[in-house]
């Protein structure tokens, strides 16, 4: 059993419209009752009014298309802006981070590889703090320089500073941090509000259109089929009265009498005399009869076929609906899920800086208390 698609119910309902306009311009040419000279009117605007409703659909559907198209630009501009300027802060802070607590000259063995060694070298012993004055020479042992309370209260104020400054420098980037973080969930509800809003004029307008087809072709339903009523109903009333005048005619009636003569009752005309019995005129009625009810039974059986076709072409339209509806939900559901994989990337960018922000700080702590025990030795 084959399903029926989409492309082939359209195929088959143009086809269906095709054939049903060639059938009714045969009607009018080869009727020579109802046949006229010159150009049809009313299917001229016809089909004025479906084009222009045609037009008016098409233009709907490609401003909504082109509004999501400028929607769907904009979002994946701000996405790139944002992520290029979180690159840009991080790798600002990694260089930061650098210049100010991983210089070459707080390593332990830089002396060693120290490229201005030489300049520095000074004689032996020529203060408490001489470049000379090394363990080998035992000229001073720990604690014995002449500076000692000086330079821990010095180094107790030192790591005062450090400490406030990073306490400052903390805060100062929570709060930095948190204030990206309310301007993008701002930025995002913006968004969020202009999708929804552009999303809705969307549903309107495409609600807007399917009325109006709707209705239109409601309204050309009923017209044709009121028209067809009209025209059945005239046809049968002038059937009627052609056939009644012709059996009350003298043509069909046989009467007798207008074959009478002026000249005498004796004589007759010889071209009005018919001079045919009783019997032969009543199997002339019967067959006149048959021939009424034959055509009767055909125009009865045209009119079922007009309504089986209308009913028919309703429902087509109905399920042509139906299937529209479908996509829209479809699309609202394709919709849903990707905000959702929007908000859930969001929370792990979100958890990944979290992640970055803990790694810094553990790494100056590292390196915080790695100068300290530097200092202190």
């Known amino acids: 059993m084959e399903v029926a698609q989409p492309k082939d119910l ?4 143009v086809l269906a419209k095709r054939r049903y306009t060639e059938l009714g311009r045969q009607k009018r040419i080869f009727n020579a009752r109802n046949r006229i000279i010159g150009g049809d009117t009313m299917a001229w605007d016809a089909q004025v009014c479906d084009q222009n409703i045609k037009a008016a659909t098409e233009k709907a559907r490609e401003e909504a298309f082109a509004a999501e198209m400028r929607q769907n630009d904009k979002i994946a501009c701000i996405s790139e802006n944002r992520e290029r300027r979180d690159r840009k802060n991080l790798c600002k802070a990694i260089n930061d981070f650098q210049q100010s607590f991983q210089r070459p000259e707080t390593r332990r063995e830089f002396d060693l590889s120290d490229p201005l060694a030489l300049k520095k070298d000074r004689p032996a012993r020529q203060s408490d703090y001489d470049a000379w004055n090394t363990i080998s020479g035992m000229q001073k042992f720990m604690g014995e320089d002449l500076n000692y309370h000086l330079r821990k209260k010095f180094q107790e104020e030192q790591n005062r500073e450090w400490s406030l400054q990073q306490q400052k420098e903390w805060m100062t ?129 045209e009119r079922q076929r007009d309504v089986d076709w209308d009913q028919w072409r309703i429902q087509k339209a109905r399920a042509t609906l139906l299937f529209e509806r479908q996509q829209q939900r479809l699309q609202r559901g394709l919709r849903r899920a990707l905000d959702c994989s929007n908000l859930s990337l969001a929370r792990e960018q979100l958890l990944q800086k979290e992640h970055m922000k803990e790694l810094c700080t553990n790494y100056a702590a590292e390196d915080y208390f790695t100068q300290f025990n530097t200092g202190s030795r």
């Open 10 to 13: 359209q195929e088959d309902f």
């Open 173 to 301: 980037g929570r709060e930095n941090q948190k204030c990206a973080e309310d301007l993008y969930l701002k930025t995002r509800l913006q968004f969020d509000e202009t999708a929804k809003h552009l999303q809705n004029l969307e549903t309107a307008t495409r609600k807007a259109v399917c009325a109006t087809v709707k209705e239109f072709n409601m309204n050309q339903a009923l017209e044709s089929a009121e028209k067809k009523i009209q025209e059945r109903k005239q046809e049968q009333e002038d059937n009627l009265a052609e056939i009644s005048s012709l059996l009350r005619g003298d043509l069909l009636s046989e009467n007798p009498q207008q074959a009478a003569s002026s000249f005498g009752s004796h004589r007759v005309v010889p071209d009005r005399w018919k001079g045919m019995s009783q019997e032969q005129l009543e199997e002339i009625r019967l067959v006149q009869k048959q021939q009424v009810q034959e055509k009767l039974r055909l125009q009865e059986e």
